[in-house]
């Protein structure tokens, strides 16, 4: 998995715990919910993590309890989830060229590539794009609240994050090197959304 902020124990815990028994069955991957909060701070509502929990701890709603295994895991699991909160909002606001999504990279099975193929592995997109979509989702009228150049910017997001966009990949047949460069853009595509909306005191940001 590659990190983008905070320490990487600590990230690494908020994984094992988010797909542990101490999570909530519905609770998102690290990925997922790493997406979610990117989208939670860059839209346009800035809701507070209070509000917003409880989605990340259960896909499918929010109208029943959400229970836990064990109180001092759920107490850890909810502090290690402020915390990344927390540093992804620093991130944005005072180093955005520094930001960078939480993805999981999947390695080539031996003898897949080709001879002289440097390919180290690719990256898992789609459970980043479903969270960010589904942090975007929680904001009001948030698609209706974005101008055209940021519903384009977001074409990729809802390409790999939706099932139309799941049905079209198929058709689209991309190469490595598109999937990474999509991959690698996807960092842009949050801090263009965060300067739109909320603006920064961090300097020039590099697209990608």
Partial sequence: MTTASG???DLERLA??????ASPENALDISALDGFI???LAGPDRPHLSDVL????DQDGTNREIRFESEGEAEELV?????????TEQTLASNPQDYAPLLYVQEPNVGDAAPGDEHSGISIIDDWCYGFIFGLQQQTDVFERLPNDLKDLLGPVF???????AEELKRMHLTHEEHERIAD???GIVVALYQHFHGFNGGAVEGG
């Fill in 185 to 187: 853009g996807l960092a």
């Fill in 16 to 21: 094992e715990l988010l797909m542990s028994d």
């Fill in 38 to 40: 990117a989208a939670a």
């Fill in 7 to 9: 320490p990487a124990a």
């Fill in 159 to 165: 390409l790999f994050g939706t099932e139309e966009g």
């Fill in 79 to 87: 502090s290690l989830i402020a915390q990344h909160w927390h540093d």
């Fill in 54 to 57: 409880p989605y990340m701890l």
